[in-house]
């Protein structure tokens, strides 16, 4: 299983960055698919997720209305459109894969919900 993110980088508060994921190694319409961050000093979290079940997207309250997720079964990638980016959006981002076919653990706060994740983008919002 290989999930390799890239597109992060820096912006100031209210700017935008596209990232992208390349999946490879497992059928992606088996799990539910998405991104989940690490900002210092905290937990992971999951912050949006595609479900595999039904297709439908799912955010954290906190970035909902500003990051748009989607997959692309014919490139294998998932991507991530963050808008009007804030300091606390600051973090790692990871893209990941959950245990379930759909999103009903992404947002639970436990680790063990995404079975697989790759190296990170660090994503910088600062003025």
């Not at 935008?16 to 991104?35: I, Q, R, T």
């Not at 970035?63 to 973090?91: C, H, W």
């Amino acid at each position: 299983v290989q999930l390799q993110a890239s597109g992060g980088g820096s912006v100031q508060p209210g700017g935008s960055l596209a990232l992208s994921c390349e999946a490879s190694g497992f059928v992606l319409n088996h799990w539910a698919l998405g991104w989940i961050r690490q900002a210092p000093g905290k937990e992971r979290e999951g912050v949006a997720c595609v479900s595999s079940h039904d297709g439908s997207t799912h955010y954290a309250d906190s970035v909902k209305g500003r990051f748009t997720i989607s997959k692309d079964y014919a490139k294998n990638t998932i991507d991530l459109q963050m808008n009007s980016l804030k300091p606390e959006d600051t973090a790692v981002y990871y893209c990941a894969r959950d245990i379930l076919i759909d999103c009903s653990t992404w947002f639970s706060g436990d680790e063990d919900a995404f079975s697989d994740w790759g190296r990170g983008t660090q994503v910088t919002v600062s003025s």
